[in-house]
């Protein structure tokens, strides 16, 4: 059992558009919530990451919401470029050793 | 630096053949661990590693076996594979724990007949 849960699966934007990606948990003793991009036949790479003391972190084109009552972050794409379409992983994990990845969510984005 | 290295990128095995999967890095990082990937379940944690002579298991640890005798290599063993075990594994490092940005390796694609 998925202990972050991640959607869509899929999802196709025009070039210029907005994807986001969903994330829900529900184990409140997450305290580090990463976002990790990966690219066909490579390993995945953080793209950006988050702690619950704030709600918005930007870099770059790149924005993650985080919802602590909620439980619930996303990941915001903004301006998206062809070059963007990889799959995209959330995570998270508590003050310990492990990691918990969502399912991925593959992003396309059309020129 | 190479970063975190694998070896092999492919390998095919029938059931019930035993291999080891490498994994070095050269960052003089403390952590490591090992996860596999399959469509539609994102990266499962199999072991992790906090120091040489220092393992533990993750979310998916039946069927492989780990040591660390360095801090640089952390080999994965399969003792008897299955098909079930055939997957993408990646290698990943960090200085201290999960909670920090883990560096992975490119994986090895492995395939069990």
């Known amino acids: 059992q998925q202990q972050v849960k991640q959607s869509p699966q899929s999802l196709i934007v025009q070039k210029g558009g907005i994807p986001i990606i969903n994330c829900a948990y529900e184990?409140?003793?997450?305290?580090?919530f990463p976002w990790y991009q990966q690219f066909p036949g490579k390993g995945p790479a953080l793209l950006i990451a988050?702690?619950?003391?704030?709600s918005e972190k930007k870099e770059g084109r790149f924005t993650i919401s985080f919802n602590k009552s909620a439980k619930q972050f996303s990941l915001h794409i903004m301006d998206s470029q062809p070059g963007d379409s990889a799959t995209y992983f959330c995570a998270a994990s508590t003050n310990d050793y492990k990691l918990s990845f969502g399912a991925g969510t593959t992003v396309t984005v059309r020129a | 630096n190479a970063g975190v290295t694998q070896t092999p990128k492919f390998q095919v095995l029938k059931t019930g053949q035993s291999m080891t999967l490498q994994c070095a890095q050269d960052?003089?990082?403390?952590?490591m661990s090992w996860y596999r990937q399959d469509p539609g379940m994102g990266l499962r944690l199999i072991h992790y590693s906090v120091g040489a002579g220092i393992t533990d298991q993750g979310e998916v640890p039946n069927g492989y076996n780990v040591s660390r005798s360095t801090t640089e290599d952390f080999p994965l063993r399969l003792l008897s594979a299955a098909p079930s075990q055939t997957s993408v594994y990646f290698c990943a490092s960090s200085w201290r724990g999960a909670g920090e940005t883990q560096y992975f390796g490119p994986g090895t694609r492995l395939l069990v007949l």
């Open positions: 184990n409140t003793a997450f305290d580090y």
């Open positions: 988050i702690r619950p003391d704030v």
């Open positions: 960052m003089n990082h403390e952590y």
